[in-house]
């Protein structure tokens, strides 16, 4: 199957999905601890599932550009390329979602209004 520019948005998407899932993270969450020990009603976490929610959809956008661009038995095409940027995807995802897990992991043990 050769490589179309679909796939290597998807795989693009992928990569970049995590990081910006992160990202949003970190910043919402400094945002809304500060609102939280002003109001004391808003729930922290729900940012930790947001974030994995667009890092499992950006891991499965990659998932997918892997698996489409399939290199056929005894040939080397374009699709490498593509099937390279998804497998570092997927590890990035990985690790984004090892630093998303530690940070929303404080929530657990920290008060929101520690001063």
Do not use: E, N
Not at 30 to 51: E, K, N, P, Q, T
Not at 97 to 103: E, T
Request: include cysteine.
């Amino acid at each position: 199957m050769k490589a179309g520019p679909i796939a290597a948005r998807f795989a693009a998407a992928g990569l970049f999905a995590g990081a910006l899932a992160w990202a949003l993270h970190q910043q919402a969450g400094y945002i809304i601890a500060a609102f939280s020990c002003a109001r004391g009603g808003l729930r922290i976490w729900w940012v930790g599932v947001l974030a994995l929610a667009i890092l499992v959809a950006g891991a499965l956008a990659s998932w997918f550009a892997m698996r489409r661009q399939a290199p056929p038995a005894g040939m080397r095409d374009s699709g490498h390329t593509i099937r390279f940027l998804a497998t570092i995807a997927l590890m990035a995802a990985g690790l984004f979602l090892f630093a998303i897990a530690l940070q929303a992991s404080a929530v657990l043990f920290l008060a929101p209004c520690l001063s």
